[in-house]
Structures are given as C-alpha cells and as structure tokens.
C-alpha cells in the first residue's frame, strides 16, 4: 500500500543514489562510457527505498537511522550485483568466458572491482550523512502522514 513514508524513502534513495554514481562517474577511468550506470542505480535506489524503508518506518528515531543505513547498505549491494551482472552480460557476449560457472563467478570479482570505487572518504561520508538524513527523513514522514 502506498504511504508517504515510502515515498519519502524512495525520493531519499534516488537522490542518494544519483549523487553518488555521479562521484563514481567523477573518480572513475577517463573515456569510460558508463551508458544507464546512472538511471539504474535510482531505480534500484526507487526499490530499495519502497520495499525495504517504506515498509520499516515509525518504530522510532534510532530504528529510523538504522532503517536509512539497512537501506543504503541493500541498495549498494543490489546495485552492485546489478552492475556487475551487466558487465558480466556484456563480456560473455564477446565470448570472454570459457563456460557458464567462470561467468557466474566473474559478476562477483567484478562486483569486488566497482566496490573498490567506493572506498572514497566523500563517498563514504555521503552514504553515512544519505543513510541517516534518509533515514529520519522517513520517520518524520511516518509519523506525520499516518
């Protein structure tokens, strides 16, 4: 059922979302062309908000802050899967994979390298300030719009 704690929670995690794949994009490799790399990380960011901080909302202030970070956290770990089952698609269809389990087993090192991207300290700082603005930004949605 749509709430406004879910609304709030996925407006919250598509900004967080955009901010932080553009700072990716910012200290990534120069010419790389990052296609959808944006605009699916806010969708995942739009699902992640709905399903797994919309539905956790007005059980209080510390259990808002640890709903903003549980879900930054799932939205890193999808979008990391995500784009690394991307990648993993788009060398197999260049035929770089010898068979079906190197292939499987390349989504997870190429997850590990765009995780590596990530160990920025203004990227982590932003994940921690989006994780608890998003967070009571939720609560507070929860508690005025029942």
Do not use: H
Request: hydrophobic share 50%; with cysteine; net charge positive.
């Amino acid at each position: 059922m749509p709430t406004a704690s879910r609304l709030v929670a996925a407006v919250c995690l598509i900004v967080l979302a955009f901010l932080v794949s553009s700072m990716v994009i910012e200290n990534g490799e120069e010419g790389k062309d990052y296609g959808y790399f944006t605009y699916v990380n806010m969708a995942l960011g739009a699902i992640c908000g709905w399903k797994i901080m919309g539905k956790r909302a007005g059980r209080g202030w510390t259990a808002g802050i640890n709903n903003g970070l549980t879900g930054v956290a799932s939205l890193v770990f999808w979008a990391l899967f995500v784009q690394g089952c991307y990648r993993m698609f788009d060398l197999a269809m260049r035929n770089r994979y010898g068979g079906p389990f190197e292939a499987v087993m390349a989504i997870f090192s190429i997850g590990i390298d765009y995780g590596k991207q990530l160990i920025y300290p203004e990227i982590l700082i932003t994940f921690v300030i989006g994780a608890v603005v998003a967070g009571l930004a939720t609560e507070q949605a929860s508690r005025k719009w029942r």
